[in-house]
């Protein structure tokens, strides 16, 4: 226990230390926190390893991190997302995921290997896009308000269809009987959720009212933290007798409750404390195994032939494959040429939903570490990229408009 509380201790530390010196230098944070894992990892300082207790823990924040990803998202917001967002969202994603699907069958990648690799760079960060959308004052936009309904709804997708892969990864080999029963609880589980959101919402006011004075009476302050954690507990443990991955029912919790749900007061009581402790301990912790488990292979399994050729593919599709597939689906969707290459680059952003899919990946034993740590690469290396390509596009896009209205006035 005292080298399991030392090791986490040391893992924070230093992720908040590198992200302190890091983000001087424009380095997002989970990069700060991965780098800060991988250099305390086996191949370099050998402080840390990846053991059962920290396997453990990091399973604990990956159940937080899908639980706060869900509460970011409106429930209500994502069913009045457009059409023109979801068909962004699908044309965007099913091109990208087509396109790494083809790439990794040529590199001689297995099939629950191609899949998880095909998620991860299809993945579009949404609390990254909204921060970096909102920095450069394009958030409220048409363009922004597609590029974040588009990544609700990729978000969605990425979590019910690893959910799937797990599924299937758990009953055997990918033949029809695992997907049919694989279906058939995915099923399920949208059916249960979809049903107890109904009843909920129909009888909200009164059940707000009802458990708002039960919880005063009592003093239950923390009552509607309480009703989420064990909402998320639940629906998790019925994932996983479904044959699904737990995130997936922790992701829906969070999706679906809302304010309408514990009224305003008792929602943001159990909002704050689960925003902060995500934040503040969890996902440093979070990414730095990330980068501990990276680290068991070292850098010699990045330096060679056969994986510089892996990183090189996976970030050519992270990074052009994902603009070009966003470009031509905001062209699909109405937008300008200008609009349709902000959305393609935004779309490109990376952030914690991509960590999160590869961690329960190579939990479940879908991937090996070698090829994490390749992902983790290029995930890097995009992640870099695209938020300056993004202010690049909006400079010239704003130069653009100044000449077009100099020439009208001239």
């Known amino acids: 226990m005292e080298r399991f509380i030392a090791d ?25 926190y991965i780098l800060a894992g991988f250099l305390l990892g086996p ?9 059962e207790e920290l396997r453990v823990m990091s399973g604990i924040a990956l159940f937080f991190l899908a639980l706060y990803a869900g509460l970011e998202v409106s429930y209500g917001e994502f069913l009045r997302s457009s059409l023109r967002s979801t068909s962004l969202s699908l044309i965007s994603f099913l091109l ?25 760079l299809s993945v579009t960060a949404l609390p990254v896009a909204a921060a970096i959308l909102l920095e450069l004052g394009v958030l409220n936009t048409r363009v922004g308000a597609l590029v974040m309904g588009a990544a ?6 990425v979590v019910f269809l690893l959910g799937l892969l797990v599924g299937i990864a758990v009953t055997g080999s990918p033949s029809l009987n695992s997907l049919t029963k694989t279906l058939a609880g995915v099923t399920l589980l949208i ?28 003093r239950l302050q923390e009552a509607g933290l309480a009703m989420l954690m064990l909402s998320a507990l639940a629906l998790g443990a019925l994932s996983e007798i479904l044959g699904l991955h737990f995130i997936v029912g922790v ?9 309408s749900w514990l009224g305003e007061r008792l929602y943001r009581r159990a909002l704050e404390p689960i925003r902060g402790v995500t934040l503040s301990l969890l996902l440093p912790l979070f990414a730095s195994t990330i980068g501990v488990i990276a680290s068991m292979e070292g850098l010699a399994g990045v330096l060679n032939a056969d994986t510089l050729k892996l990183v090189i593919a996976f970030t050519l599709i992270a990074v052009v494959v994902r603009f070009t ?16 290459r902000l959305v393609g680059i935004a779309l490109t952003l990376k952030g914690a939903m991509d960590k999160v899919v590869l961690l329960a990946a190579y939990q479940t034993g879908l991937i ?13 290396i995009a992640t870099a990229i695209a938020p300056t390509m993004l202010k690049a596009a909006l400079d010239i896009t704003v130069k653009e408009r100044i000449a077009t209205a100099m020439k009208i006035a001239n």
């Open 325 to 340: 597939a966003g470009y031509i689906g905001a062209r699909a969707v109405g937008l300008s040429h200008v609009e349709s």
């Open 368 to 380: 090996t570490p070698q090829l994490l740590l390749t992902l983790m690469t290029s995930l890097i």
């Open 96 to 120: 990208t995921f087509a396109s790494a699907m083809v790439v990794c069958y040529l590199l001689g990648l297995g099939f629950n290997e191609s899949i998880v690799v095909s998620l991860v």
């Open 251 to 259: 992701f829906l919790v969070g999706l679906l409750v809302d304010e």
């Open 43 to 51: 191949s370099m300082l050998g402080l840390v390893s990846y053991g």
């Open 191 to 218: 059916l249960a959720v979809v049903a107890t959101h109904m009843i909920i919402s129909r009888f909200a006011t009164l059940g707000r009212e009802w458990f708002s004075r039960v919880s005063q009476l009592f």
């Open 8 to 32: 986490v201790t040391l893992l924070v530390a230093t992720a908040k230390l590198s992200e302190a010196v890091l983000g001087r230098v424009g380095v997002p944070s989970v990069v700060s």
């Open 152 to 157: 609700v709804a990729t978000d969605v997708l």
